[in-house]
């Protein structure tokens, strides 16, 4: 895979992902999404990088998974579909869900099966007026992957995840934004203003105890009670070790802004 078709900036504790293929309207190659899983992990063990974006070039987001060439054509045995998906689709969501820094999805254009499920896994979700969100896979006679029941379930309900997949029709991003799919619709020209200043307020906070809310928000859904408050004191106990929180209880008492340092 060519560099160029997934780029990879670093400014200011931020690390930029910009998917490169605008001619495809970046539908996903296998290399490029090994790219983007590796990036993930990347940054989520990089202490220098605090906040992660993840953007498209040209009119599209991503177009979802490039299937010239995929699981869809020549022979198969029983299982390869599955492995396909578990070790491809399924991975790039998890990487997103499971880094360690906030994640920004800045949609530029259309996103669509595995790139609409690609932008919902993100932490936010900023939208350009111009964007569109489009369940595809029931238009190619397909099953949803990539973990967007799971995802769609969880942000809208089942009876509008249902109606999403059943039918396919495009989402406008204003549209996405009243079903809570979207944080924010910006006019395209701000879109990268807005995503670059949301990063910079995200890199300026307490990073450990930011990833560790991440985490108990993402498990909420799938716990009861008693395990949330569990996870919840755990992480509470783990936080107030780091430098940023005895920093910012200290800025509270002495009445000043904190200064965090991811520590």
Not at 76 to 88: Q, T
Not at 210 to 220: G, I, M, R
């Amino acid at each position: 895979m060519p560099v160029s078709e997934v780029l990879h900036v670093v400014d200011g504790q931020v690390a930029y992902l910009t998917l490169n293929r605008p001619e495809a309207l970046n539908a996903l190659t296998p290399a490029q999404r090994d790219r983007l899983i590796q990036l993930f992990g990347e940054a989520s063990a990089d202490p220098d990088i605090r906040a992660v974006v993840l953007t498209g070039t040209g009119r599209g987001f991503c177009a979802g998974a490039d299937l010239r060439g995929g699981a869809g054509a020549g022979e198969r045995v029983v299982g390869d579909v599955a492995r396909v998906i578990r070790e491809g689709a399924q991975r790039l969501v998890a990487a997103v869900l499971d880094c360690e820094k906030p994640v920004i999805a800045a949609v530029n254009g259309t996103a669509a099966g595995l790139g609409a499920h690609l932008a919902l896994a993100c932490d936010l979700v900023l939208a350009a007026e111009s964007a569109r969100f489009i369940e595809v896979f029931v238009r190619r006679g397909l099953v949803p992957d990539g973990g967007g029941a799971y995802l769609l379930s969880r942000l809208v309900g089942p009876r509008r995840a249902k109606e999403l997949m059943f039918f396919g029709d495009a989402l406008s991003a204003p549209d996405a934004e009243r079903l809570g799919l979207v944080n924010r619709v910006v006019p395209d020209g701000e879109l990268d203003k807005t995503a670059r200043e949301w990063a910079a307020r995200l890199a300026g906070g307490p990073t450990r105890a930011l990833a560790l809310t991440k985490q108990l928000v993402n498990a909420s859904l799938d716990s009861d009670r008693g395990t949330a408050f569990a996870a919840e004191a755990a992480a509470q106990e783990i936080n107030m070790t780091t430098a940023d929180a005895q920093e910012g209880v200290a800025s509270f008492v002495e009445r000043r802004s904190p200064e965090y340092r991811g520590r």
